[in-house]
Nanobody, 122 residues
């Protein structure tokens, strides 16, 4: 099995910053991509940022220039630095590990973390 543990959420004023972190653990041989998604109340879950192995990092248009995703492939971690936070960034943020190759079974799987709440409020 594979577990994803997020941290770093909280309450911040508009214009402030937060840094989210996620660590994947368990029977991992390799992870193709790691990403952050978010879901606001009454809305669908949406991609925030994604970083594949050896590929181009992708950001949602709404966060370009404000958020930065970074990944440590050796440690199976991914972080999201969020600057210039806006009220509309308030959401539950989920870490996502895409195409995880299991070290014991040789099978592939996709995994979600439980989420960490980010609230932007004055």
């Amino acid at each position: 099995q594979v577990q994803l543990e997020e941290s770093g959420g909280g309450l911040v004023q508009p214009g402030g910053s937060l840094r989210l972190a996620c660590k994947a653990s368990g029977e991992i041989f390799r992870i193709y991509a790691m990403a952050w998604y978010r879901q606001a109340p009454g809305k669908e879950r949406e991609l925030v940022a994604r970083v594949p192995s050896g590929g181009e990092t992708k950001y949602a248009d709404s966060v370009k220039g404000r958020f930065t995703i970074s990944r440590d492939t050796a440690k199976n971690t991914v972080a999201l630095q969020m600057n210039g936070l806006k009220l509309e960034d308030t959401a539950l943020y989920f870490c996502y590990a895409e195409r995880v190759l299991h070290s014991t079974t040789g099978r592939w799987g996709d995994y979600w973390g439980r989420g960490t709440q980010v609230t932007v409020s004055s």
